[in-house]
């Protein structure tokens, strides 16, 4: 079965530093991975998503993830983070029935001045 | 409108009171999903529709009941809930891959529920 593992719970970064957020998955083929994000009280909006091709995939609002199928990771990225940044981040993977979404426990991130 | 809507955004009840969640998609996705988050918790998949057929239902107690007239409403009926089932419930709608499509979640902004 397909899962998603999210190491951090939480993460803090200063205004303007870099930012990675790690996932991992466990996925027998080719999995289709997506990296969402959830402000307090809304729902879940879709930064970037992968299929297949180029590993690097470039999402909404500046961010990035690379998918290393050797590591079984699909890990986020931002240059520089802005305030506006801090919320919380899922990972998820497509099930095989080609339906539902399997999710992480997401990583919540706090951005300091 | 656009999206996915979800209405109440908020809801109040007591451990006898019946009442439903409703979600409408705008985007003629062909499958829709109810999933629960709970503080401290993962998101939850609780049931799924494909062209108005249930196609999962992830043992899900009976007070909750859904519902999916058409593919693009779908209700969630609740009755004889407990304090534990306070959460955020979600819709989300997608056109899935075995519909042509790529499988992402479009998502609703929830429902806050509350059981007193």
């Known amino acids: 079965a397909q899962s998603v593992t999210q190491p951090d719970i939480h993460i803090t970064v200063s205004e303007g530093a870099s930012l990675e957020l790690r996932c991992n998955y466990s996925?027998?083929?080719?999995?289709?991975l997506f990296w969402y994000v959830q402000s307090p009280g809304q729902g879940l909006q879709l930064l970037l998503k992968y299929f297949s091709g180029d590993t690097l995939v470039q999402g909404i609002k500046g961010f990035e993830a690379e998918f290393k199928r050797s590591q079984s990771s699909f890990n986020l990225r931002k240059p520089s983070v802005h305030w506006s940044d801090a919320a919380e981040y899922f990972c998820a993977v497509g099930k095989n029935s080609g339906y539902a979404l399997n999710f992480g426990k997401g990583t919540s991130l706090l951005v300091t001045p | 409108e656009t999206g996915v809507t979800q209405t109440p955004r908020h809801l109040v009840m007591g451990m006898t009171n019946k009442k439903s969640l409703k979600c409408e998609q705008h985007l003629g996705h062909n499958a829709m999903y109810w999933y629960k988050q709970s503080a401290k918790k993962p998101l939850e998949l609780m049931f799924v529709?494909?062209?108005?057929?249930?196609?999962e239902n992830n043992s899900v107690p009976s007070r909750f009941s859904p519902e999916c007239p058409n593919s693009s409403h779908l209700f969630l009926h609740l009755h004889t809930l407990q304090p534990e089932d306070s959460a955020l419930y979600l819709c989300?709608?997608?056109?899935?891959?075995?519909?042509?499509?790529?499988?992402?979640?479009?998502f609703g902004e929830g429902s806050r529920l509350t059981v007193l």
């Open positions: 989300a709608s997608s056109q899935t891959r075995t519909g042509d499509g790529t499988g992402e979640l479009f």
């Open positions: 529709y494909n062209f108005k057929e249930q196609t």
């Open positions: 996925y027998g083929a080719t999995p289709y």
